[in-house]
């Protein structure tokens, strides 16, 4: 499977934020996108994921189910963490399962990211670290090829960085791909690096 | 043990657990006494046995209005001493106060079919209770929303002082608006208009409902406590976790 | 179709929990249906006619007013976001949330309406034709109010906007359902012709609502 972005350019609030971008992703590949604050890695990532237009350019991604999108096929973290504060834990996984479709099972993820012991309380009730994990436990209860992880260790402490390190490796190792938004280390061996400036992007 | 021990809320659960049995033994003995006499009352010359309802109703109404009272009073134990208790007494009153306002607008609205000919006339009595309920709904609505139970506590409590303000208003507003309607008549100048033969069971009957209100608030503010013990519990398990792994 | 559900079931959970609307909607109906004698006066007789009008203007305020946070609340979380990644449709997804809201906002409606009528003398048989065009009218203003939910919170403004919005699209339904209660209670037009175009408007909005929603969502945010 491989990702192909191709002359991507971005437009936003009538600003060019990128133009002229090009990169290939190979399955077990993982990429980290570097630059400053408003170079456009969140646009990036929420491009590849379908959730703004694309100003010019393709996307495509080769090897994967030829009627879905790219974004159909990937999983988004944000910055937000898409939980409600009412249902418990499990509720609020069990939901996103059910609409992404199937999944290892609510007691196995939950597990992967530590959080099996609170699975029946709100999650009202979770710090900031808690809810991005569950949050994070959503990308390992659904297979999808494509991860897209905007910051992804922000909120984590020291452990939940190498939990998710782990889970991160595991992915690469079973065929999928990766793409990070990250100002530092992810806790990956040896990512590619995007970088994407004013003059023009890079790729490391 | 006295008084201001109760402040203690481990103190006011086992003081709930050992009263609880005498009040709800105290509410059948007087319910038992007050329907008996209730139904040895003599009918309306003109209403007929349709009058019992009476003995509901006017009960209800008082109840409904001194449980706003228990608000306010917790309401300002809440904002001015800022007691835990008091939160808990406010919480609980709430649900207990609009049953009783709901009982007396159905009770009135069953009485009102066979003496108005209809279930609802916009009486300026009947009106003001609807008021009152529409008010202890909005008090439902605004501690089901908050999701936590301190800050939906203080808001509740200005609410119910804003609305102890405003209960008088209303009711004026509300009898200016509707000049048809009867005047109250049971503490009247120069003494009670109505005959010692229904005066009586309807006083044994509003004691009987004040010490119902009184059971069920005190077993809904230990009901309360321990609810709220309970997500202190859970939230103390989530942070538990978070210590044990770093 | 699961995934339909998905949406459907937790969205119908999120407004029974704390902090849900489930009842919201039913208690401003109420209110406002309180409201209509104090500034109209309690002469029965005229309450009993307008009394259908009351109603169907309670309804209508009381649906897009709770609509207001229907996709606020998931773009605020930034669950909005995950939605329109899915397998389903967006339709789809947008018609799941209308209809979880209906459940739990306008069928409460069509519910209490009956009681409420009996507090504008309307009476009692005719207030069964009453709830039943409320029944048939009721999903085409939560239909409807959902282009403007999606409009408003791509804008991220709500309330008065959405009523702004929405409340003109709105007349056709409120014009008909007025015009069939009436017409089942005090005559001389026949019931069926209104009552026919107001359940046509609801399965109209039916379709155009969750087309209109998505692509509103789908231009509008960034």
């Keep these: 499977m491989q990702l192909i972005c191709e002359n991507l350019a971005c437009v936003r609030g009538g600003r060019d934020v990128f133009a002229g971008l090009n990169f290939n992703l190979n399955s077990g590949e993982a990429l980290v996108v570097t630059g400053r604050n408003g170079a456009g890695k969140s646009s990036l990532l929420r491009m590849i994921a379908g959730l703004i237009a694309m100003t010019a350019g393709k996307l495509t991604l080769k090897g994967g189910e030829a009627d879905a999108t790219p974004g159909e096929q990937a999983h988004y973290l944000g910055h937000l963490d898409a939980l409600k504060p009412s249902l418990s834990v499990s509720e609020n996984l069990a939901f996103w399962m059910g609409y992404f479709g199937g999944g290892v099972g609510i007691e196995p993820a939950l597990d992967a990211v530590g959080l099996a012991p609170l699975a029946s309380l709100p999650a009202a009730y979770l710090s900031a670290g808690q809810r991005r994990r569950l949050s994070i436990a959503r990308l390992v209860a659904v297979p999808r090829p494509l991860w897209l992880l905007d910051e992804p260790t922000s909120a984590l402490d020291q452990q939940s960085q190498l939990r998710l390190a782990e889970l991160m490796r595991g992915h690469l190792d079973t065929g999928g791909m990766i793409v990070a938004a990250a100002h530092g280390p992810i806790g990956l061996d040896s990512p590619r690096e995007l970088k994407l400036g004013r003059r023009g992007t890079e790729l490391l | 043990m006295a008084v201001i021990d109760l402040a203690n809320p481990t103190r006011f659960i086992n003081f709930v657990n050992r009263a609880l049995p005498w009040f709800a033994a105290a509410t059948a003995i007087a319910f038992a006494f007050g329907l008996v006499l209730t139904m040895n009352a003599p009918d309306d010359y003109q209403q007929g046995a349709t009058v019992k309802i009476m003995y509901i109703h006017v009960p209800t109404a008082w109840l409904s209005m001194m449980c706003w009272g228990v608000m306010s009073v917790a309401a300002l134990g809440t904002l001015v001493w800022r007691h835990p208790l008091a939160d808990v007494a406010g919480k609980a009153a709430a649900p207990i106060g609009t049953a009783f306002t709901f009982i007396c607008l159905i009770t009135g609205s069953l009485w009102g079919r066979p003496t108005w000919g209809t279930y609802w006339v916009w009486d300026a009595r009947l009106t003001s209770m609807l008021v009152l309920f529409l008010l202890y709904l909005g008090m439902l609505a605004l501690y089901w929303t908050a999701e936590d139970p301190g800050r939906g506590s203080r808001a509740a409590a200005i609410l119910a002082l804003v609305g102890a303000i405003n209960i008088p208003i209303i009711k004026f507003s509300v009898e200016y608006w509707n000049t048809l309607h009867q005047p109250a008549s049971l503490f009247r100048k120069g003494g009670s208009a109505i005959d010692p033969s229904i005066l009586w069971p309807l006083l044994i009957m509003a004691l009987a409902f004040t010490l119902l209100f009184f059971t069920l608030h005190f077993a809904a503010m230990r009901n309360e406590i321990l609810r709220r013990r309970v997500r202190t519990m859970q939230m103390m398990q989530a942070q538990e976790l978070a210590g044990a792994q770093t | ?222």
């Design chain 3, 1 to 222: 179709m699961s995934m339909f559900f998905a949406i459907l079931v937790r969205d119908m959970r999120l407004s029974v929990r704390v902090g849900g609307g489930a009842l919201m909607g039913a208690l401003f109906f109420l209110i406002v249906v309180v409201m209509m004698p104090f500034a109209i006066g309690p002469d029965l007789n005229l309450l009993a006619r307008i009394g259908p009008a009351i109603l169907w203007l309670g309804a209508l305020l009381a649906t897009l007013l709770a609509l207001d946070r229907l996709f606020a609340t998931d773009y605020d979380d930034g669950s909005l976001d995950l939605l329109m990644m899915g397998r389903m449709p967006l339709e789809l997804a947008v018609a799941a949330k209308a209809i979880a809201h209906w459940l739990t906002t306008g069928l409460p409606l069509v519910i209490i309406a009956p009681v409420l009528g009996l507090m504008l003398n309307v009476e009692m048989r005719a207030m069964g034709w009453v709830a039943l065009t409320l029944l048939a009218g009721t999903p085409a203003l939560t239909f409807i109010g959902l282009i403007g939910a999606a409009l408003s919170v791509t804008l991220r403004r709500g309330g008065l906007l959405l009523a702004v919005l929405v409340l003109p699209l709105t007349i056709p339904v409120l014009i008909f359902g007025v015009a069939a209660a009436n017409a089942a209670i005090v005559g001389p037009a026949p019931f069926g012709p209104p009552f026919t175009i107001l359940c046509a408007l609801s399965l109209a909005s039916f379709v155009l609502g969750p087309f209109a929603a998505a692509a509103a969502l789908r231009h509008g945010l960034e």
